[in-house]
């Protein structure tokens, strides 16, 4: 089988930020659980107005604005947190042989200074902190091997304005985003959306 054929689509190196992958969770995870978190409100509103209590009332606002809030930091913790959440936010290339399977190479991180001089130009305060005490020497990161994802794991795949998203099964909610720019051409982005 000839590797570079035309079923198999090679991303350019990429990787993307922990809020898009947040993002992307919150819009799978809500209308999914969601309405669980409703209920409670909805109870305490329809009982203050009931009882024209507003202590119920106060109760509603409480958890609208106290613990919805915690949940969402549950989530973060549970979901984002993981070591499969490393998908996100490791530099990598993807290999996509629709079908068969995803292979996720990972890529050493860039540099922030490996560019030249745009730290030094850019005029940042931290900059100039950590050239006269540059703190202890960074040894070589390790990469994570390469990871295979087949077809056979993969539950749904979702199209959104920027990114290509494969719902992975599993216990927890995982996917891998996939920017369309990362893609060499962008009219692969129309050939998926129409197919």
Same mark, same amino acid.
């Given at each position: 089988?000839?590797?570079?054929?035309?079923?198999?689509?090679?991303?350019?190196?990429?990787?993307?930020?922990?809020?898009?992958?947040?993002?992307?969770?919150?819009?799978?995870?809500?209308?999914?659980?969601?309405?669980?978190?409703?209920?409670? @409100?909805?109870? *305490?509103?329809?009982?203050? =107005? /009931? !009882?024209?209590? $507003?202590?119920?009332?106060?109760?509603?606002?409480?958890?609208?604005?106290?613990?919805?809030?915690? @949940?969402?930091? *549950?989530?973060?913790?549970? =979901? /984002? !947190?993981?070591? $499969?959440?490393?998908?996100?936010?490791?530099?990598?290339?993807?290999?996509?042989?629709?079908?068969?399977?995803?292979?996720?190479?990972?890529?050493?991180?860039?540099?922030?200074?490996?560019?030249?001089?745009?730290?030094?130009?850019?005029?940042?305060?931290?900059?100039?902190?950590?050239?006269?005490?540059?703190?202890?020497?960074?040894?070589?990161?390790?990469?994570?091997?390469?990871?295979?994802?087949?077809?056979?794991?993969?539950?749904?795949?979702?199209?959104?304005?920027?990114?290509?998203?494969?719902?992975?099964?599993?216990?927890?909610?995982?996917?891998?985003?996939?920017?369309?720019?990362?893609?060499?051409?962008?009219?692969?982005?129309?050939?998926?959306?129409?197919?």
């Amino acid at each position: 089988m000839n590797p570079t054929g035309p079923e198999i689509r090679v991303t350019k190196p990429f990787r993307t930020v922990s809020g898009d992958y947040f993002s992307v969770l919150l819009g799978a995870w809500i209308p999914r659980y969601g309405w669980l978190m409703q209920l409670p @409100v909805a109870f *305490f509103v329809a009982l203050g =107005y /009931m !009882l024209q209590d $507003e202590r119920w009332l106060i109760t509603a606002l409480i958890l609208t604005f106290i613990v919805a809030p915690m @949940v969402m930091s *549950f989530l973060y913790t549970y =979901y /984002m !947190l993981t070591p $499969e959440a490393r998908r996100t936010i490791l530099n990598k290339r993807v290999e996509i042989a629709e079908g068969k399977y995803i292979r996720l190479t990972y890529l050493p991180s860039e540099s922030r200074t490996s560019g030249g001089n745009e730290a030094e130009t850019a005029g940042d305060a931290t900059n100039d902190r950590d050239t006269n005490n540059p703190g202890p020497t960074r040894t070589a990161e390790t990469v994570p091997q390469p990871e295979t994802i087949y077809w056979n794991e993969i539950a749904k795949i979702k199209y959104t304005s920027r990114y290509c998203v494969y719902f992975i099964k599993g216990e927890k909610m995982q996917f891998l985003l996939i920017p369309w720019n990362a893609f060499p051409s962008h009219s692969q982005r129309d050939d998926a959306q129409t197919a």
